[in-house]
């Protein structure tokens, strides 16, 4: 736990270990620093910290027999609200569910041609074909051994790269983005998030032409300025512009929130599973930035039925009990 949060966070004696320690980071010092000095090698581990220096470790310092997962706070006057969210829901999130809803979408991709994203509001639609579906990443089970990954499961990457693979058309994006970089210190990464964060609240329409995005059109002030930063960062490295894959969330525990988090990723949102463009791809490019297709809906090309996004919502569990309004003199609503 990095120093500034130890006098905030407590937490309670894990009933499956048989042993367990809280660790403080104190001032400059790294992950890889505090896995040489004292943590079990076997060890399971929980990191929780704003600073870089200690979320990340290359794969020799964790050895292969330590699962390490890295959780990473945010900064301002909601941080430990936020932060508190944030392991809740670590609390919360069942794997078992995560892999049966991981399985079914790979299932529902694998016996279709292509994908149809749509957006009712601009009109927007995109259409990306494949030979077969390849998917990039997919992490929906539990925290593996041998590497420092983020906290949070519950994400499936599909590559938009192969051979044989075509992306067309007009795709909005819409609400919190994640911004991934491959240099250590990512405080370029936080300010390119934090000028895309306009997005939250206005769509903007990226139209792409053979895999590229080749123009953007902003529906207000908010929109415009993400376009311009995108604008910017496509003319510093074309490759920026590549839309390289469609990420998946499928963690219903996880909240969205107006930080550079991976939780913005992997939650579901108000879907059943959250669909996100992907621009770029590490460590050929600088950036990979995740922006969020929230109102957009994603369905198999020719089908009807939505696979992710918007119409995924998950229906209501019975009607709603009316709650009795009671006067009393211990009552808090008289």
């Not at 130890?6 to 620093?33: F, H, K, M, N």
């Not at 000095?37 to 581990?45: E, M, N, Q, W």
């Not at 370029?188 to 903007?204: D, M, R, T, V, W």
């Not at 991976?262 to 791809?281: P, Q, R």
Request: charge should be negative; include cysteine; glycine fraction near 10%.
């Amino acid at each position: 736990m990095e120093e500034r949060f130890s006098d905030q966070i407590r937490l309670e004696p894990p009933s499956r270990y048989e042993a367990w320690d809280t660790v403080t980071a104190g001032p400059d010092r790294s992950l890889s620093d505090l896995l040489r000095s004292g943590i079990p090698t076997d060890s399971d581990v929980l990191v929780v910290a704003q600073d870089d220096r200690l979320l990340t470790a290359p794969a020799a310092e964790v050895g292969p027999d330590r699962t390490v997962a890295t959780l990473r706070a945010g900064t301002g006057p909601f941080a430990l609200d936020q932060l508190g969210g944030l392991l809740a829901a670590l609390e919360k999130t069942d794997p078992t569910t995560l892999d049966v809803a991981g399985t079914a979408l790979g299932d529902a991709v694998a016996g279709a041609g292509g994908l149809v994203l749509e957006e009712a509001l601009t009109g927007a639609v995109a259409k990306m074909t494949f030979t077969a579906p390849a998917w990039s990443r997919t992490d929906t089970g539990t925290f593996r051994t041998g590497t420092a990954q983020s906290a949070f499961a519950g994400l499936r990457s599909l590559d938009l790269t192969g051979a044989g693979t075509s992306v067309t058309g007009q795709i909005a994006v819409k609400g919190w983005s994640v911004v991934r970089t491959r240099e250590p210190d990512t405080a370029a990464c936080q300010e390119l998030f934090e000028k895309l964060s306009g997005l939250f609240h206005y769509p903007l329409v990226l139209t792409v032409e053979d895999g590229s995005v080749t123009e953007m059109k902003a529906t207000e002030t908010g929109s415009a300025s993400a376009a311009t930063t995108l604008t910017q960062l496509f003319a510093t490295d074309p490759g920026q512009a590549k839309v390289t894959g469609l990420e998946f969330g499928l963690n219903p525990a996880v909240p969205q929130l107006p930080f550079n988090s991976e939780s913005n990723a992997v939650g579901t949102g108000k879907a059943a599973a959250s669909v996100h463009l992907v621009l770029g791809a590490l460590p050929q490019t600088g950036f990979e930035v995740v922006l969020d297709c929230a109102t957009s809906s994603l369905s198999v090309l020719g089908g009807d039925a939505p696979l992710a996004g918007a119409g995924t919502a998950p229906t209501a569990q019975g009607p709603r009990r009316r709650m009795n309004r009671v006067s009393s003199a211990s009552c808090g609503c008289h």
